[in-house]
């Protein structure tokens, strides 16, 4: 299609072009589920002859919290409850002539239930009760999953109170933390805390400091056939508790010694020596309920709060079996130099050196005192004494059990609150405290911890925040819109990271850097270090400004993105999209630049959507990359089908440019695999998944 032709569907298309992009997005294939782990009930009523029943009344009513749902079947005698939370529910159907059908059922987390009432001709006031209403195979996916309920969560005994160590219970995965699923790489399962990811973007596992065991009301994992909602081919979705109509509480503690007898010996141990120590508190507290305020509000069927907390303690030993210069060597006494076979190591005094370069040796391999340095006699205090009499050229001379402390604190807070009939809110945070050391025996022996070198330390703070809101505009549509950040801070290194080492021991330091400096000395066949643990200050965040899930039509371009991105390996991108609300507002070479601003990103770090030649425009005078969609293309037009991008870098002879007219068909397309190969070694596309849609439904 080329010419008028073009130029006709262009401006018929620009008025409503956007808005169906808009609801395209907003619309995902009928048994969607969101990414937060809330679940669907959808099915179909029909009476004894099975024929379908349209105009019927359901209320599904949750148990717990008493927050009721209500939607009336479609002609087809279908209806669909979207983004339902886990949870114990009662689903009554009635209409005039029919006896009334109650049904229970308990949606698991992210599970798509099924359930087909049948109803009795009879007078409403008769009730027929179903339990176990939903199908117990899933009829509305093909993926394969796995879901552990919180009785399991709770009964099952874990040392560490970890909720990875439960993944493993689930055919197919193995490695806890760093878990494999059927056989794939760490990094390939995606992990997420009501919908926001908890991935560690170094490590490929688990953040480094998971969520309170108390605060997990489920988690479930999909093995197989995870669809374009997640970015990972595998996905474990944990969903957190709330609070119910009752009061509910835990109070735990567990403690763990291994005095009074119960030692666990090595067997390399010296007579006498040290022995190991372990002891470790585990201890937390959770509550939830209504939110009560005297007289002034009733939060029952309303307004709910969660709150946990859990801590660690934990008091160990790491054993260090390793040689240590002897108290004579410190003073200069080199005389036990000697390899297995008794062959001394001779010590050439630098200061006789003559005109040939010929060095004398040290009478008896023996530095006289007043040669010893004041950085020789510094190091000696700060390193360990030999706790045996083995020469340490010939073995290990240094046998010790260093102190390991680990503190870890758990707080989570939560609200639910129903603002309308057709409005759920839910808002969470989460902060993990990790503070861990080992005072000695990590690639050194210190005299204790204030030495600093030969120690190790690991401390983190992660925050998770999630902001859910629900909102049903009509039987037919609804929408969800996730805000969350996952900000995860490690640093990790030695004790002696934030001290001037350099200036103590008077070693030369042009950078002024702080810190013990790695050394190490060979003496013969003996290797003795005085080093550390390297520091390490890792600070990431991860973010969903705007996810959408909803439950008509088969269109689901959600699933259209995901599979062309990932298929070329850009995992994280940011997409804005405006709608024709705010382009009646602002001029359209405004649109994107607003966008951006509201959103708080770059244009490098963005690419737009968009299916009209106004839109286009505006994308290019904002400097970004473009998506033009399905919605653009007529019938007859060779733009290709799906994914393809136009550039929006500023090139002055850009098709767009001017007027679009013939040039829109032969401007320049790119596939999503020649992005990936332009984009990459050029810039890192922003890992916040960002959707501004303008338009209201």
Same mark, same amino acid.
């Given at each position: 299609?080329?010419?008028?032709?073009?130029?006709?569907?262009?401006? !018929?298309?620009?008025?409503?072009?956007?808005?169906?992009?808009?609801?395209? $997005?907003?619309?995902?294939?009928?048994?969607?589920? #969101?990414?937060?782990?809330?679940?669907?009930?959808?099915?179909t009523v029909s009476d004894l002859?099975?024929?379908?029943?349209?105009?019927?009344?359901?209320?599904?009513?949750?148990?717990?919290?008493?927050?009721?749902?209500?939607?009336?079947?479609?002609?087809?005698?279908?209806?669909?409850? *979207?983004?339902?939370?886990?949870?114990?529910?009662?689903?009554?159907?009635e209409l005039t002539g029919f006896?009334?059908?109650? %049904?229970?059922?308990? $949606?698991?987390? %992210?599970?798509?239930?099924?359930?087909?009432?049948?109803?009795?001709?009879?007078?409403?006031?008769?009730?027929?009760?179903?339990?176990?209403?939903?199908?117990?195979?899933?009829?509305?996916?093909?993926?394969?999953?796995?879901?552990?309920?919180?009785?399991?969560?709770?009964?099952?005994?874990?040392?560490?109170?970890?909720?990875?160590?439960?993944?493993?219970?689930?055919?197919?995965?193995? *490695?806890?933390?760093?878990?494999?699923?059927?056989?794939?790489?760490? %990094?390939?399962?995606?992990?997420?805390?009501?919908?926001?990811?908890?991935?560690?973007?170094?490590?490929?596992?688990?953040?480094?400091?998971?969520?309170?065991?108390?605060?997990?009301q489920e988690f479930r994992i999909?093995?197989?056939?995870?669809?374009?909602?997640? /970015?990972?081919? =595998?996905?474990?979705?944990?969903?957190?508790? /709330?609070?119910?109509?009752?009061?509910?509480?835990?109070? &735990?503690?567990?403690?763990?010694?291994?005095?009074?007898?119960?030692?666990?010996?090595?067997?390399?141990? =010296?007579?006498?020596?040290?022995?190991?120590?372990?002891?470790?508190?585990?201890?937390?507290?959770?509550?939830?309920?209504?939110?009560?305020?005297?007289?002034?509000? @009733?939060?029952?069927?309303?307004?709910?709060?969660?709150?946990?907390?859990?801590?660690?303690?934990?008091?160990?030993?790491?054993?260090?079996?390793?040689?240590?210069?002897?108290?004579?060597?410190?003073?200069?006494?080199?005389?036990?130099?000697? @390899?297995?076979?008794?062959?001394?190591?001779?010590?050439?005094?630098?200061?006789?050196?003559?005109?040939?370069?010929?060095?004398?040796? &040290?009478?008896?391999?023996?530095?006289?005192?007043?040669?010893?340095?004041?950085?020789?006699?510094?190091?000696?205090?700060?390193?360990?004494?030999? !706790?045996?009499?083995?020469?340490?050229?010939?073995?290990?001379?240094?046998?010790?059990?260093?102190?390991?402390?680990?503190?870890?604190?758990?707080?989570? $807070?939560?609200? @639910?609150?129903?603002?309308?009939?057709?409005?759920?809110?839910?808002?969470?945070?989460?902060? /993990?405290?990790?503070?861990?050391?080992?005072?000695?025996?990590?690639?050194?022996?210190?005299?204790?911890?204030? #030495?600093?070198?030969?120690?190790?330390?690991?401390?983190?703070?992660?925050?998770?925040?999630?902001?859910? +809101?629900?909102?049903?505009?009509?039987?037919?549509?609804?929408?969800?819109?996730?805000?969350?950040? +996952?900000?995860?801070?490690?640093?990790?290194?030695?004790?002696?990271?934030?001290?001037?080492?350099?200036?103590?021991?008077?070693?030369?330091?042009? &950078?002024?850097?702080?810190?013990?400096?790695?050394?190490?000395?060979?003496?013969?066949?003996?290797?003795?270090?005085?080093?550390?643990?390297?520091?390490?200050?890792?600070?990431?965040?991860?973010?969903?400004?705007?996810?959408?899930?909803?439950?008509?039509?088969?269109?689901?371009?959600?699933?259209?993105?995901? #599979?062309?991105?990932?298929?070329?390996?850009?995992?994280?991108?940011?997409?804005?999209?405006?709608?024709?609300?705010?382009?009646?507002?602002?001029?359209?070479?405004?649109?994107?630049?607003?966008?951006?601003?509201?959103?708080?990103?770059?244009?490098? @770090?963005?690419?737009?959507?968009?299916?009209?030649?106004?839109?286009?425009?505006?994308?290019?005078?904002?400097?970004?990359?473009?998506?033009?969609?399905?919605?653009?293309?007529?019938?007859?037009?060779?733009?290709?089908?799906?994914?393809?991008?136009?550039?929006?870098?500023?090139?002055? =002879?850009?098709?767009?440019?001017?007027?679009?007219?013939?040039?829109? +068909?032969?401007?320049?397309? $790119? /596939?999503?695999?020649?992005?990936?190969?332009?984009?990459?070694?050029?810039?890192?596309?922003?890992?916040?998944?960002?959707?501004?849609?303008? #338009?209201?439904?």
């Amino acid at each position: 299609m080329k010419g008028p032709a073009l130029k006709e569907t262009i401006v !018929t298309q620009t008025v409503r072009g956007l808005l169906i992009l808009v609801m395209t $997005l907003a619309l995902s294939a009928h048994t969607a589920r #969101a990414q937060t782990g809330v679940g669907t009930i959808a099915g179909t009523v029909s009476d004894l002859s099975g024929a379908v029943v349209p105009g019927a009344n359901l209320t599904l009513t949750n148990r717990e919290t008493g927050v009721v749902r209500r939607l009336v079947t479609s002609d087809a005698g279908a209806f669909h409850f *979207g983004a339902i939370p886990r949870g114990q529910y009662t689903l009554d159907v009635e209409l005039t002539g029919f006896k009334k059908w109650s %049904g229970k059922l308990e $949606l698991q987390v %992210g599970q798509s239930a099924k359930v087909d009432p049948v109803l009795e001709v009879g007078q409403v006031q008769n009730v027929v009760e179903v339990s176990g209403a939903a199908a117990p195979i899933t009829l509305e996916s093909s993926d394969v999953s796995d879901v552990k309920d919180y009785q399991r969560i709770r009964q099952l005994p874990l040392n560490g109170r970890a909720i990875s160590s439960l993944f493993d219970l689930t055919p197919g995965v193995e *490695g806890g933390g760093n878990a494999r699923v059927s056989g794939m790489k760490v %990094g390939s399962l995606e992990i997420t805390l009501d919908g926001i990811s908890m991935v560690d973007r170094f490590g490929g596992g688990i953040a480094r400091i998971q969520p309170g065991l108390d605060t997990i009301q489920e988690f479930r994992i999909e093995t197989v056939g995870s669809d374009a909602r997640f /970015s990972r081919p =595998a996905t474990v979705t944990l969903a957190t508790r /709330s609070g119910t109509n009752q009061f509910h509480g835990t109070v &735990f503690e567990t403690h763990r010694n291994n005095q009074g007898g119960l030692l666990a010996h090595r067997r390399e141990e =010296a007579a006498g020596a040290t022995k190991p120590h372990l002891v470790r508190n585990e201890f937390g507290v959770s509550a939830g309920g209504p939110l009560l305020l005297g007289k002034l509000y @009733d939060g029952h069927d309303k307004t709910f709060w969660f709150g946990a907390y859990e801590g660690l303690v934990e008091r160990s030993t790491n054993f260090a079996n390793d040689r240590v210069p002897t108290a004579a060597m410190w003073a200069g006494d080199l005389s036990n130099i000697v @390899d297995a076979n008794g062959r001394p190591t001779i010590i050439y005094d630098p200061l006789t050196t003559d005109a040939n370069g010929v060095r004398q040796p &040290f009478p008896g391999n023996i530095i006289p005192g007043n040669r010893i340095s004041a950085f020789a006699r510094e190091m000696q205090s700060l390193t360990g004494a030999p !706790t045996s009499s083995l020469n340490p050229h010939l073995g290990n001379n240094y046998q010790r059990f260093y102190p390991v402390k680990q503190d870890r604190n758990n707080l989570t $807070l939560k609200g @639910d609150h129903t603002l309308t009939d057709k409005d759920r809110l839910s808002v969470r945070w989460t902060r /993990s405290v990790s503070n861990g050391a080992t005072e000695g025996g990590v690639f050194g022996n210190p005299i204790d911890a204030s #030495a600093g070198f030969g120690t190790s330390r690991s401390d983190a703070v992660v925050n998770n925040v999630s902001i859910n +809101h629900t909102r049903t505009f009509s039987p037919t549509l609804l929408n969800e819109l996730l805000v969350g950040a +996952h900000r995860s801070y490690k640093s990790s290194g030695t004790l002696a990271d934030f001290e001037d080492w350099p200036k103590t021991l008077g070693v030369p330091n042009p &950078f002024g850097a702080q810190g013990w400096p790695t050394m190490y000395a060979v003496s013969g066949d003996a290797e003795f270090g005085w080093d550390a643990d390297n520091r390490k200050d890792e600070a990431l965040t991860a973010g969903c400004r705007l996810a959408i899930a909803s439950t008509t039509t088969a269109v689901n371009i959600d699933a259209l993105l995901n #599979a062309t991105f990932g298929a070329c390996g850009l995992e994280m991108f940011s997409v804005i999209a405006c709608g024709d609300q705010v382009r009646a507002k602002k001029p359209a070479p405004d649109i994107f630049r607003l966008a951006l601003e509201h959103l708080g990103v770059e244009a490098d @770090d963005a690419v737009a959507l968009e299916d009209s030649a106004n839109g286009l425009r505006s994308a290019h005078a904002a400097g970004l990359w473009t998506v033009v969609t399905p919605t653009f293309w007529t019938e007859g037009s060779d733009f290709g089908d799906a994914g393809l991008l136009l550039p929006s870098l500023g090139d002055p =002879a850009h098709p767009l440019a001017g007027e679009p007219g013939d040039r829109l +068909h032969d401007a320049p397309w $790119l /596939s999503f695999a020649e992005l990936a190969r332009r984009a990459r070694p050029a810039r890192t596309l922003d890992p916040v998944a960002s959707l501004y849609a303008g #338009a209201q439904a």
